[in-house]
């Protein structure tokens, strides 16, 4: 059996601790957060093979400190490594709204590389969620993944109505939000993340949660751990490897 992790700050974590999870019949989704993360990021690709699926990218909370030549210099490796994701990009109105005009700048960019190609889109969007779309639109955007998505549920009508997925973080066990999110996604509509080694009130994101936040989702659902689990292998494959 294999799992799928869809947003994990893979760079972050030692060779050793990734070698422990790919061992543990993981495929991971490593998303940047700048240029060298990036770099990271493309090398572990290179380490560890197909099971490790790089994303590149400038998070939103790097934006204000990031430079014009930081973004051209994602994007050539994006191109010169056939890189099929983009990630973590878009916009964060909660935790850094002051550098919001930056954050714009630099996700346009993205977006104006993604035009035309058939490329997937590893989203950060807290607060900024509707914004986020009617950008995505506007570049006709075909793919993306809205992760830990906490917004309303008519934004998530309107994500889903794209044909875009969201991701199922472990902390549906403890952030209420979120929990109700899980509740009516429709089951064509969703991944599992781990967003690890990121802490969240305590809990120490790991990719190693996958597999108890399936089951817990299962519980949510009302399905049985097989079927849940083929699902989210489908919804994953459609969106990283189609
Ligand atoms: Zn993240």
């Known amino acids: 059996m294999t799992y799928y992790d869809a947003h994990c700050h893979l760079h972050e974590y ?28 493309l ?40 890189v099929k994701c983009l990630g973590e990009i878009g916009l964060d109105l909660v935790f850094v709204p002051e550098s919001l005009d930056k954050q714009i700048k630099i996700f346009v960019e993205f977006l104006e590389y993604v035009k035309g190609r058939d490329l997937v889109l ?18 006709d955007v075909a793919k993306a993944l809205f992760h830990w998505f906490t917004g309303p549920q008519e934004v998530l009508k309107e994500i889903r109505s794209h044909d875009y997925m969201i991701s199922i973080n ?18 064509e509509g969703f991944v599992i993340e781990s967003d690890g080694p990121y802490n969240y009130k305590g809990l120490q994101l790991s990719p190693k949660m996958i597999f108890s936040t399936i089951k817990f989702l299962s519980e949510i659902k009302n399905m049985s751990l097989e079927e849940l689990i083929k699902n989210i292998e489908i919804n994953f494959k459609k969106l990283f490897i189609s």
């Not at 030692?14 to 770099?39: A, Q």
């Open 170 to 187: 472990p902390s549906v066990k403890i952030q209420n939000k979120h929990l109700e999110i899980a509740r009516k996604i429709d089951i």
């Open 14 to 41: 030692s060779d050793n601790d990734i070698k422990d999870f790919l061992d543990n019949d993981l495929v991971i989704v490593g998303v940047s957060d700048d240029l060298e993360s990036t770099v990271r990021t």
């Open 122 to 139: 590893n989203i950060h969007s807290p607060g900024a969620w509707s914004r986020v779309l009617q950008l995505l639109n506007r570049y």
């Open 43 to 82: 090398k572990l690709r290179e380490k560890f093979g197909e099971r490790v699926i790089p994303c590149v990218g400038i998070h939103p909370w790097n934006a204000a400190k990031t430079v014009e030549r930081d973004v051209e210099r994602v994007i050539e490796l994006a191109e010169r490594f056939d």
